[in-house]
């Protein structure tokens, strides 16, 4: 086969390459609406609240905050809505300070468990459904040992959010958005 055609081959099979790729990653993004977002897009209740994020400030920077509702409070929180955020959590600080707590939002039901491996302060959370009602609540002892070695806390049903605060912060009652 001459040179030129061989190349002409070549060239062809690159395009068909380039064009399945296309396919491929267009395929991915109009089954997942928020691909790339980093937002999960939960609906309900909470949904209002998550609709308003602004940025967060020091020492939360890259992450999102929102004024969020628990029962008759507001309160400001940091939101770990991506998968690195929600493993960062409140590692390594000393609470959700300037916040009120720290918001961990799922795409969909969890039942994974929380750890303080690095959490040097005692914390509270709650676990909520996606409508916002709470379906349990557990009080969380620092530990300074790798994760493995730390006790895991765990939800007694599954859960779409999970909102930690300072051990004795943590208000009863549903998730919402704050009142305008």
Do not use: K
């Not at 628990?70 to 600080?93: I, K, N, S, Y």
């Not at 969890?110 to 914390?123: E, W």
Request: one cysteine or more; glycine letters at 12%.
């Amino acid at each position: 086969m001459p040179p030129h055609i061989r190349w002409a081959w070549v060239g062809v099979g690159i395009a068909l390459l380039g064009v399945v790729a296309w396919f491929v990653v267009t395929s991915i993004a109009l089954d997942d609406d928020d691909a790339g977002s980093g937002v999960a897009r939960p609906n309900g209740p909470v949904a209002g609240a998550l609709a308003d994020a602004e940025a967060a400030v020091s020492p939360f920077t890259g992450l999102t905050e929102v004024a969020l509702g628990v029962d008759d409070d507001c309160l400001r929180v940091a939101v770990a809505d991506e998968v690195a955020e929600r493993v960062q959590g409140l590692r390594t600080r000393r609470g959700p300070a300037p916040y009120d707590g720290m918001l961990f939002v799922f795409d969909g039901e969890s039942d994974g468990t929380f750890t303080m491996s690095g959490v040097p302060v005692a914390l509270d959370i709650g676990f909520y459904g996606a409508d916002g009602e709470p379906v349990s609540r557990r009080r969380m002892e620092p530990c300074a040992d790798d994760e493995a070695s730390c006790p895991a806390y765990a939800s007694d049903e599954p859960y779409v959010y999970a909102l930690e605060t300072e051990a004795g912060a943590l208000p009863g009652g549903a998730l919402h958005a704050c009142p305008s």
